[in-house]
């Protein structure tokens, strides 16, 4: 039986602006599921937690977004609980865990909790569950939130709790909820006095390489300024790690007595702790902590007075044309920023320098984008296959993933060999989920014993891959001794990560038969491999000798950086690639930032998911020409000329046509003719008659011309275009095209004249008769085409055929203008008829001596 928890809701309340609440807390509790806003400060993370261990039987997991956060917020309720609570707080992240049999209150990071419910839906043992942080719409968080809903439907006594400091509240209450919107509880937090004001700086924040030096230094001088002015501990806002760490050295830089500390996730615990944990007591220097968005609200830095924001963060973005993904530095929104600025004053009266224009900061976005629509999918797929909801379809989720980037996921999954066509997991694929690494690494950790790479030197390279570790010249293979032999906290941290990564390698070796093994593979041969079986979609091999780029087997092109040393490498195993417009990226716009060398027989085999022969056939100088290709993926192997058959001919022409555009057809007078009517029928009926555009003709290239290019020999010009227009036309309609748009309209000299229509793409234009003026006496009624309803343009011509009068009004012609063309041309024409009376002289193309004869 569950033993009482043993929390002091009086003393853990004692102070914090949300005991206030107790009362309604409680009672959202007891419906199962509650949505509570607050903002940071407030110590809803402190006081909600034991408060639903003292209402619910169970243990109480919380979910944190970050292992910083993690650790800060289960040593902050310890402390509150005292000697009673000892060992009732515990925490859980990737390789380190304090949680016993006797833990009452649980913090997790999202990960583990996801492959807690991976392994047992129903969650046993745990009575309730509180997300914190939800507005931050991080991807693991948003698809935790979904599948705790799902949970609750097993289990109808878990109680789920939404916790945030901004989000929609009333949308996260009605997906929660069962049936009905889940009660939400808002805490308000009267803040003390805040000066607000804004410190632009005279230059560019930010440009191709990201955060400008020249910024950093700015944002460095406002922090030490303002720490200065309210002689209390500062808290600046950075991007990125890096950023911190430069920040960090310009300002210890400008006043080296003061005590500067970084935070930010590759930081070890220890230093993460000393950040978090405040000064001791008052006579310690003056502290600035240089942060990234992590202490924005996850957790509290105490004694800050003053805030200083760059209005930057970085956030992940997939770029679909190119099939890259990774983390930006963009914009923050303005709800980060508000809630930047309020750090300053949650405890005493602060200030808050925002290191941009106000301008700047109405250009922000309002909020925080859900990172379900930018980032990278995979594992993402693979944790929804898992559980039984592939693409997510079926599963309560805020926002539903964007189709093409969960298709791409899905791809990739498939080519590791994690799901089948269904998107279903595979057996592979299910043991791949459970583990504690993304899809892609665990995957490789797997496999690499398969390949004869040792457990330890597989656990090496995945924990390199995993831990965002990077090398300036992109070179995995350097990246590793140099974290072998290093003592800084990323190399603990990459030690420590590979320790446990081969621990599971050594256990799942993959599930060979005895027997089976591979010859063992050199270590140097490692991070090429693992790599390689990671992202199989991303072995390369180099444009041309000397090149810095390389094409990807995806179809991507990008560079690596100038002096890397993996230049000389034929083929590598690329395992990070990004966006990067200028210099960084080539002409290819993309840069590698992480690969490794690889052979090009190891490229073949781990790539042999990604081989394929096909038949490539191009229009080159009029004729059509085949290659037969070997490739792997988009990377072309080799390619033989062989003859063109007929089945090649039509995809051919198809695809020159669809790049080049409807004008690389060679349209004969008849069949322009034709195009023309029709596209003046479907400007004036629209459907049924066919748009015959240049967009829509390109658009249903696939209807009309392809089944006339089985007749065309080959050649553009042999195609028979109108009748191949012919075949748009609608039934039984076509048979009044020509009572609609006649081909020749009669003149009243007997003639029949041709009748020239507009181009398609010209909405203007109406059809035009060219004629002779003298065949056109008598004629006072301009004739009017599709059923009456557009007027046919009369050109009337000089008897040398030169345009004497444009118009659509003959009756008004011959009733004025007339009379001044006759005078004009009567001297210049004598031999032919000019009568005063229009209306009544015969209409002809004669001379008056052929009249009179």
Known sequence: MTQPAPFDLDAIGAGLPVAAARGRLEAAVRTGALVVTAPPGTGKTTFVPPLAALSTPGRVVVVQPRRVAVRAAARRLAHLAGEAGRGAVGFTVRGESTSSAVTRVEFVTPGILLRRLLADASLDGVGAVVLDEVHERSLDGDLLLGMLTEARQLRDDLVLAAMSATLDADAVAAL????????????????????????????????????????????????????????????????????????????????????????????????QDAATAGRSNAADPARIVISTALAESSLTVPGVRAVIDTGLSREPRRDAGRGVAGLITTSASRASAEQRAGRAAREAPGIAVRAYSETDFARMPADVSPAIRSADLTDAALLLAAWGTPRGEGLPLLTMPPAQAMDAAIGALETLGLVDASGRTTPLGARVAGMPAGAREARALLAAADEGVEPRDAADVVAALSGGHRDAGADLARLLRELGGGRSPAAARWRADAKRLSGIAGARRGGRAPGTDAPVAPASAAPGIVTALARPEW?????????????????????????????????????????????????????????????????????????RRERTAVLDGGRVRVREESRLGAIVLSATPVAATRADTAPALAAHVRAAGIGALTWSRGAEALRARLGLLHRTLGAPWPDVSDDALLATLDDWLLPALGSAGGSLAGIDLAGALRGLLPWPEASRLDALAPERLAVPSGAEVRIDYPEPDDPAAGPVVAVKLQEAFGLSETPRLVDGRVPVVFHLLSPARRPLAVTADLAGFWNGAYGDVRKEMRGRYPKHPWPEDPWTAPATAKTNRALRG
Request: no cysteine; hydrophobic share 40%; glycine share 8%.
């Open 176 to 271: 929660i909820g069962a049936g009905s919107p889940a009660p939400v509880v808002d805490v308000p937090s009267p803040l003390h006095a805040l000066t607000l004001t804004y410190a632009p700086y005279d230059g560019d924040r930010m440009d191709r390489r990201g955060v400008t030096s020249g910024f950093r230094r700015h944002v460095a001088r406002l922090a030490v300024d303002a720490q200065r002015t309210t002689a209390a501990d500062a808290l600046v806002f950075v991007p990125s790690a890096r950023d911190v760490d430069e920040v960090v050295r310009e300002v210890r830089g400008l006043s080296p007595a003061l005590d500067v500390l970084p935070l930010h996730g590759q930081l070890s615990p220890r230093e």
């Open 539 to 611: 072995i390369a091999r180099r444009v041309a000798s000397g090149s810095r780029e390389y094409l990807l087997a995806s179809g991507t092109r990008a560079a690596l950086p100038e002096e890397s040393s993996l230049r000389h490498s034929e083929w590598l195993a690329v395992w990070e690639a990004q966006r990067a417009p200028g210099l960084a990226g080539g002409e290819t716009g993309s840069v590698i930032r992480l690969a490794a060398p690889l052979t090009e027989s190891d490229a073949l085999r781990l790539g042999h998911a990604l081989r």
